[in-house]
Nanobody
Framework: VQLQASGGGLVQAGGSLRLSCAAS????????MGWFRQAPGKEREFVAA????????YYADSVKGRFTISRDNAKNTVYLQMNTLKPEDTAVYYC???????????????????????WGQGTQVTVSS
């Protein structure tokens, strides 16, 4: 499984960006995909996740109402639409994947970095004030 993240860049506060994560090397209908971010000197933190099979989504409180995660089945791609960006959103953003099959997992599971088996290379997002 390979994940290719793209779409990062420099944007002013209040602006928008859309990140993409193209997945290959598998059939992803029974997978969960997540976005995490890591700012300099900080631990990697959860941003958003989506279950590919039913589209159920999970968000960190800090981005709820501003970010939207979605998927395109035909393109095997997950998107993170980021609106009303703030300087504190500045970080390297990583996409991640986890095979879930038919298992039930709590929302807490999808928000943990330890739950994911595959990671993309990261894309830098910088928000200027």
């Amino acid at each position: 499984v390979q994940l290719q993240a793209s779409g990062g860049g420099l944007v002013q506060a209040g602006g928008s960006l859309r990140l993409s994560c193209a997945a290959s090397g598998g059939t992803f209908s029974s997978w969960a995909m997540g976005w995490f971010r890591q700012a300099p000197g900080k631990e990697r933190e959860f941003v958003a996740a989506i279950k590919w099979s039913n589209g159920r989504t999970y968000y960190a409180d800090s981005v709820k109402g501003r970010f939207t995660i979605s998927r395109d089945n035909a393109k095997n791609t997950v998107y993170l639409q980021m609106n009303t960006l703030k300087p504190e959103d500045t970080a390297v953003y990583y996409c991640a994947a986890k095979y879930t099959g038919d298992h039930y997992y709590s929302s807490r599971y999808y928000k943990s970095t330890d739950s994911y088996d595959y990671w993309g290379q990261g894309t830098q997002v910088t928000v200027s004030s």
